[in-house]
């Protein structure tokens, strides 16, 4: 480890690898969100309607209380996002079935029109970029699959961890 303005930097070995790893993946969703927009020709989406739209397509009927939940956002966060899905078409509200004062909410076919353009888009982007094989991609998604499972885990655990050490902190949050 070396020491660069009073911070910690790996140099070596497994943690420098790490540390590139996340440098990468980041600065790749950089450069890689404007080029699947462009070649989706589709309605653009912030990354925040993309977490959402993704989560109503998979689970038709979600409430908004149970979206904010898997999204892990805050419930006027998701408020604000979903009037932006429904104003470009994207995501309908219904009443529930069971109860009227329920509120469900559902995919709409330009929702379905619009995935299929991204993943499309997302999957000629990267094939233009980059010469591999499919079992290097494959061992590539293995890894990020792996990578995302363990950050979920991991913000659980502090989240949790959170709660222990201040219950009534974590009280409020819900």
Known sequence: ????????????????????????????????RPQIEDAAQAIPLTPSEVLLVRHVAQAPGITPGELSSRAHM???NVSTTLRSLESKGLVERRSGEGDARCVELHPTPAT???MAAFGAARAVVVREAVDTSEEELRAAVDLLERLQQGLERRRLNQTAAQAAADPEAAAADR
Request: net charge neutral.
């Open 112 to 114: 379905l029109r619009n």
């Open 74 to 76: 805050q419930r006027s």
């Open 1 to 32: 480890m070396t020491y660069t303005g009073g911070m910690e930097v790996a140099t070596t070995g497994i943690d420098a690898l790490a540390s590139s790893l996340a440098r990468l993946i980041m600065d790749t969703a950089r450069e890689i």
